[in-house]
């Protein structure tokens, strides 16, 4: 079992411009949550999805954006670039409710 | 508003002895608690969970406790090693069971020889 990966693992992009980052969920799970940790933070929830459908979003602006796809996987998009978008990017899936989140490794979005 | 606080300050502990990590909150009445263990530049790795009915939790050389009461969990390791020192995570889900996670800052730990 491959876990959840993510992809890429760094990025680099300019003020302005527009980012997505992919993420495969662990077998057998078909919920995906995109978390944003900036350095020295905890990580804070961005949106969930369930069955292709946001169900779930944090206080986050209407440039961060989702999909997910019959296939479970996800992406998260993110327009119009800000300094402050810089952070590590997380994915995690789960299953059932109340249980625990696995998380992958996380992008390093890094924007200049 | 609400707020998760965890040890705001590094923990360093010397190997064998037990370390106690705090996690306080206000203003939200989760069904359970998470901790996750984070090195550094990877993401978040599940070690408990302990839900509003359970006082106590124990895997291993962990132990958490959950008070909800005084509004606070207590993470325990025993016997500590240097591979324990990372930075631990306490996490709420105050979405009703969908798993939609509310972390604190998070506790370094460093464990020396």
């Known amino acids: 079992d491959a876990g959840v990966t993510q992809s890429p693992t760094h990025l680099i992009k300019t003020r302005g411009q527009q980012v997505t980052l992919r993420c495969s969920p662990k077998?057998?799970?078909?919920?995906v949550s995109w978390y944003q940790q900036a350095l020295g933070q905890g990580p804070q929830f961005i949106f969930q999805?369930?069955?292709?459908?946001?169900?779930q979003r944090g206080n986050f602006p209407d440039r961060f954006s989702g999909h997910q796809f019959p296939n479970y996987s996800s992406e998260l998009n993110v327009n119009a670039l800000l300094l402050g978008d810089s952070a590590l990017y997380l994915c995690?899936?789960?299953?059932?409710?109340?249980?625990?989140?696995?998380f992958g490794q996380g992008t390093r979005l890094t924007v200049v | 508003s609400q707020k998760i606080e965890q040890n705001s300050e590094a923990l360093n502990i010397q190997e064998g002895k037990t370390a106690t990590l705090t996690c306080n909150y206000t203003?939200?009445?989760?069904?359970?608690l998470q901790w996750y263990r984070q090195d550094p530049g990877r993401g978040p790795v599940f070690l408990l969970l302990?839900?509003?009915?359970?006082k106590e939790k124990r895997k291993e050389r962990l132990k958490v406790t959950f008070d909800t009461t005084l509004k606070q969990s207590l993470f325990h390791i025993t016997a500590s090693q240097p591979a324990d020192s990372a930075t631990y995570l306490c996490?709420?889900?105050?979405?009703?069971?969908?798993?939609?996670?509310?972390f604190g800052k998070g506790t370094m730990l460093l464990v020396s020889p």
């Open positions: 302990i839900r509003e009915n359970e």
């Open positions: 996490a709420l889900d105050i979405s009703s069971g969908y798993s939609t996670l509310t």
């Open positions: 999805y369930y069955e292709e459908e946001e169900r």
């Open positions: 995690a899936s789960s299953f059932q409710a109340n249980t625990e989140a696995f």
């Open positions: 203003n939200y009445s989760p069904a359970y």
């Open positions: 077998s057998g799970h078909d919920t």
